[in-house]
């Protein structure tokens, strides 16, 4: 009997109604980002049913369970991003469901029409109420998020004014450890860098990693390029997820396509860090910084080394060039000039005989020619050990094998190569690449104690990738480019300097122990004239 049943028992009793009724009004919504979430989460769903039995349990009394409720949703959906409008969709929505339900069910039953109505403005006054409070959370929602924006803002302005006046790494890299750290709340933050972009020394601040686990996931994260994250429970995944608390993360620096700047580590083994997707937009806008102040670093630095070889080219070049004609002088002297000295002697003889006996001219033009073909041999000798003319005649490959072979029977030391089938290039760059791997074999010779060395050529598309490698004892670079501290190690700024003046990438990667390993990496430019 419906007679003594109020409007709250009767809604009261069709809550299951009441749900799927929303649901499919829901699912005629255009779509939306909203949408989506009520009708295609689990946490969407729950939340409908959430506000219907708060809104019931309101009408019978407990209504600041369902203020509070309806607060923190207006805060959380504002949070988001989401449209106001969207979020109180459910207001209208019920009071159409009841709008259909009421008048037949009036009809069909004897209600006191009085008690009803009552019943009904109380409901709606609940629902308008809803609509306030999500309303009053949004706006100071917003007003929050404008005054965060602010702060972030100045933040941002206080960073970058201090640090781009900051000329070296270790205050860089403690400004951002300082960031870090008051955004994440982690025990230990730990910044990696790279010292510069040519011996890629790299080097750990404020102290050297030691924990493997830290290296793996820094290591990842700039092999990657992205972010990579570890949670309380030893899982490893790559999309932040704001529920889940950290405890490890580390977040490539400056990344520009392959290469990265250095790496951030953030490390909390007590107890797990919170790192939302918030925290992550605002730290990637001081990693953002932090690259430009970076770039600017490497590139005074490259200036200032760019400065200190040509100082070292210059006096090193006035040393070579004299050298080089003392040499020449020796070579002419000890050769040339000798032989022509005799060739001398023999047209002294030669005019004598022409006098006194004729037929012995014969024999004596015979060693005069024999002397002049001794003397342009010597002549091509020292032109081809000014320059290789093997390169001009046989091709660059070629050339390559002859060396290889005589530099194997000279020193012993066996050279595994491998090259490209066939390869036509400029002669200025078979030169350089020639030269390299001449002025390579021979500091494996000289320096490496190793016996074995490989040499590899690549031809991708218009670039030569040379590498050459040996597993000898190598040398230090950890303070720093090696020829300017050290002249013996000129002839790598030479190759250095032939590699950059084709427009090309010379990489050095050693260290004690820890063998040697140059890279070369050339763009052939054809020639006007189309010889190669």
């Given at each position: 009997?419906?007679?003594?049943?109020?409007?709250?028992?009767?809604?009261?009793?069709?809550?299951?109604?009441?749900?799927?009724?929303?649901?499919?009004?829901?699912?005629?919504?255009?779509?939306?980002?909203?949408?989506?979430?009520?009708?295609?989460?689990?946490?969407?769903?729950?939340?409908?049913?959430?506000?219907?039995?708060?809104?019931?349990?309101?009408?019978?009394?407990?209504?600041?369970?369902?203020?509070?409720?309806?607060?923190?949703?207006?805060?959380?959906?504002?949070?988001?991003?989401?449209?106001?409008?969207?979020?109180?969709?459910?207001?209208?929505?019920?009071?159409?469901?009841?709008?259909?339900?009421?008048?037949?069910?009036?009809?069909?039953?004897?209600?006191?029409?009085?008690?009803?109505?009552?019943?009904?403005?109380?409901?709606?006054?609940?629902?308008?109420?809803?609509?306030?409070?999500?309303?009053?959370?949004?706006?100071?929602?917003?007003?929050?998020?404008?005054?965060?924006?602010?702060?972030?803002?100045?933040?941002?302005?206080?960073?970058?004014?201090?640090?781009?006046?900051?000329?070296?790494?270790?205050?860089?890299?403690?400004?951002?450890?300082?960031?870090?750290?008051?955004?994440?709340?982690?025990?230990?933050?730990?910044?990696?860098?790279?010292?510069?972009?040519?011996?890629?020394?790299?080097?750990?601040?404020?102290?050297?990693?030691?924990?493997?686990?830290?290296?793996?996931?820094?290591?990842?994260?700039?092999?990657?390029?992205?972010?990579?994250?570890?949670?309380?429970?030893?899982?490893?995944?790559?999309?932040?997820?704001?529920?889940?608390?950290?405890?490890?993360?580390?977040?490539?620096?400056?990344?520009?396509?392959?290469?990265?700047?250095?790496?951030?580590?953030?490390?909390?083994?007590?107890?797990?860090?919170?790192?939302?997707?918030?925290?992550?937009?605002?730290?990637?806008?001081?990693?953002?910084?932090?690259?430009?102040?970076?770039?600017?670093?490497?590139?005074?630095?490259?200036?200032?080394?760019?400065?200190?070889?040509?100082?070292?080219?210059?006096?090193?070049?006035?040393?070579?060039?004299?050298?080089?004609?003392?040499?020449?002088?020796?070579?002419?002297?000890?050769?040339?000039?000798?032989?022509?000295?005799?060739?001398?002697?023999?047209?002294?003889?030669?005019?004598?005989?022409?006098?006194?006996?004729?037929?012995?001219?014969?024999?004596?033009?015979?060693?005069?020619?024999?002397?002049?073909?001794?003397?342009?041999?010597?002549?091509?000798?020292?032109?081809?050990?000014?320059?290789?003319?093997?390169?001009?005649?046989?091709?660059?490959?070629?050339?390559?094998?002859?060396?290889?072979?005589?530099?194997?029977?000279?020193?012993?030391?066996?050279?595994?190569?491998?090259?490209?089938?066939?390869?036509?290039?400029?002669?200025?760059?078979?030169?350089?690449?020639?030269?390299?791997?001449?002025?390579?074999?021979?500091?494996?010779?000289?320096?490496?104690?190793?016996?074995?060395?490989?040499?590899?050529?690549?031809?991708?598309?218009?670039?030569?990738i040379l590498v050459i490698a040996d597993k000898g004892r190598g040398f230090d670079i950890s303070s720093g480019y090696p020829w300017i501290k050290n002249p013996d190690k000129f002839g790598l700024l030479s190759m250095k300097g032939r590699v950059e003046s084709l427009g090309g990438e010379f990489k050095l990667q050693t260290g004690h122990n820890q063998g040697c390993r140059l890279e070369a990496r050339i763009h052939i430019i054809e020639e006007n004239d189309g010889n190669s």
């Amino acid at each position: 009997n419906m007679q003594h049943e109020s409007v709250k028992d009767y809604l009261d009793r069709r809550r299951d109604f009441l749900f799927e009724r929303l649901m499919e009004i829901w699912q005629q919504q255009p779509e939306s980002q909203y949408k989506e979430f009520i009708l295609k989460t689990d946490e969407g769903r729950r939340r409908v049913r959430i506000w219907i039995n708060l809104l019931l349990d309101a009408l019978n009394g407990d209504k600041q369970k369902f203020r509070e409720d309806q607060f923190k949703v207006g805060y959380a959906r504002a949070m988001k991003g989401l449209q106001f409008d969207n979020v109180v969709k459910h207001v209208p929505f019920f009071m159409k469901i009841i709008g259909d339900i009421f008048p037949e069910e009036i009809s069909k039953n004897n209600w006191h029409l009085e008690n009803v109505f009552t019943e009904i403005k109380e409901l709606m006054d609940l629902l308008f109420e809803d609509t306030l409070i999500i309303a009053s959370s949004f706006v100071n929602t917003r007003e929050e998020i404008i005054n965060e924006k602010a702060a972030q803002l100045e933040s941002l302005y206080d960073y970058t004014r201090d640090i781009i006046t900051i000329d070296n790494l270790d205050e860089i890299a403690e400004t951002l450890i300082k960031k870090t750290v008051s955004l994440s709340g982690a025990d230990e933050v730990s910044i990696g860098l790279y010292k510069d972009l040519f011996t890629w020394n790299f080097r750990w601040y404020p102290k050297p990693i030691h924990d493997p686990s830290l290296k793996k996931i820094a290591a990842s994260a700039i092999r990657e390029g992205i972010p990579i994250f570890i949670d309380e429970q030893h899982h490893t995944y790559r999309d932040l997820t704001d529920d889940k608390l950290k405890s490890i993360t580390a977040i490539p620096i400056g990344v520009e396509g392959s290469f990265c700047y250095g790496v951030i580590v953030i490390n909390s083994q007590i107890q797990g860090f919170e790192l939302t997707k918030k925290h992550m937009k605002v730290l990637a806008h001081f990693i953002d910084i932090t690259k430009v102040a970076l770039k600017n670093i490497y590139n005074l630095g490259e200036i200032e080394q760019h400065r200190q070889e040509l100082r070292l080219t210059a006096s090193k070049l006035m040393t070579i060039r004299e050298e080089e004609r003392k040499r020449l002088a020796e070579d002419i002297h000890d050769s040339i000039a000798q032989s022509l000295i005799g060739l001398g002697y023999k047209m002294q003889i030669s005019k004598r005989l022409l006098q006194e006996d004729p037929e012995k001219l014969d024999a004596q033009f015979e060693g005069l020619l024999g002397n002049i073909d001794n003397i342009i041999d010597e002549s091509r000798q020292i032109i081809t050990n000014l320059r290789p003319d093997l390169i001009d005649t046989i091709g660059i490959l070629p050339a390559l094998e002859r060396l290889f072979d005589s530099f194997q029977t000279e020193s012993g030391i066996n050279v595994s190569f491998t090259l490209p089938e066939n390869m036509a290039i400029p002669s200025a760059y078979g030169i350089c690449i020639f030269r390299i791997v001449q002025e390579s074999l021979a500091n494996i010779h000289k320096h490496a104690a190793t016996d074995t060395a490989t040499v590899t050529i690549e031809k991708s598309g218009e670039t030569v990738i040379l590498v050459i490698a040996d597993k000898g004892r190598g040398f230090d670079i950890s303070s720093g480019y090696p020829w300017i501290k050290n002249p013996d190690k000129f002839g790598l700024l030479s190759m250095k300097g032939r590699v950059e003046s084709l427009g090309g990438e010379f990489k050095l990667q050693t260290g004690h122990n820890q063998g040697c390993r140059l890279e070369a990496r050339i763009h052939i430019i054809e020639e006007n004239d189309g010889n190669s």
